[in-house]
């Protein structure tokens, strides 16, 4: 299959798509995947930290820079950070699996099945992106005696639909990993399905946590 065959496949049939990337895993194939979704990633925060003004009060010592260091690391997090979890996500999945019993290869066979998994994320940054976009800028003023005001960027319905969203495509997600954890590890669906909900159930409890934070629930 071409890299555009596994691509559409993903979509209309995922069960034989990821059948087919675990017997014939392409590293570079995944490294693109990763790559688009990690400057998604880096263009949110930097738009997002562009639609928002910070000003710091009773801050002597904050530099007059801290907008472009905020912005920098964002971008930066936003590049460096879907690699890393790349990386660190598949190799937990892999120690997980060969607690279990399972048969698949962390490299390139695990790494390019996690980074096929992830190629749902595109469109959840794709669609954050939007919403961002369409957010109206606001100015945060951040003070002693409110060092969390930054929170209120999450009390908008943008970030609460930006967490269903997200929340949906993590679902996809899981079943792409499901169907690659079935296959490159040799698993019964049962121990797929068990390993495979992990991200999902992570995910969960910080959309939860996030709405707690922001007095949502």
Do not use: C
């Not at 905020?70 to 660190?88: D, E, K, Q, R, Y």
């Amino acid at each position: 299959m071409s890299f555009a065959e596994k691509i559409t496949g993903i979509i209309t049939n995922p069960k034989e798509t990821m059948k087919n990337i675990a017997q014939e895993p392409h590293i570079e194939e995944a490294v693109m995947i990763v790559g688009i979704y990690a400057v998604l990633s880096a263009l949110l925060g930097y738009v997002q930290l562009n639609k928002v003004t910070y000003i710091y009060e009773g801050f002597d010592n904050m530099p007059t820079s801290m907008q472009s260091i905020m912005t920098i690391s964002a971008v930066v997090g936003g590049l460096l950070g879907a690699f890393i979890f790349w990386l660190i996500g598949t190799g937990v999945i892999h120690l997980i699996s060969m607690a279990l019993g399972g048969e698949g290869k962390f490299h390139p066979q695990m790494t390019t099945i996690i980074g096929y998994s992830m190629f749902p994320l595109i469109f959840g940054g794709i669609i954050s992106l939007l919403l961002v976009f369409s957010s109206d800028p606001m100015t945060i003023t951040i003070s002693r005696t409110n060092p969390m005001a930054a929170n209120d960027l999450n009390n908008s319905s943008n970030f609460l639909i930006s967490m269903i969203v997200g929340l949906l495509f993590q679902i996809w997600f899981t079943v792409l990993l499901f169907f690659g954890l079935k296959n490159a590890q040799k698993f019964t669906p049962e121990k797929s399905a068990v390993i495979a909900i992990i991200p999902l159930a992570i995910s969960v409890l910080f959309m939860i946590w996030g709405f707690k934070s922001t007095g949502i629930i």
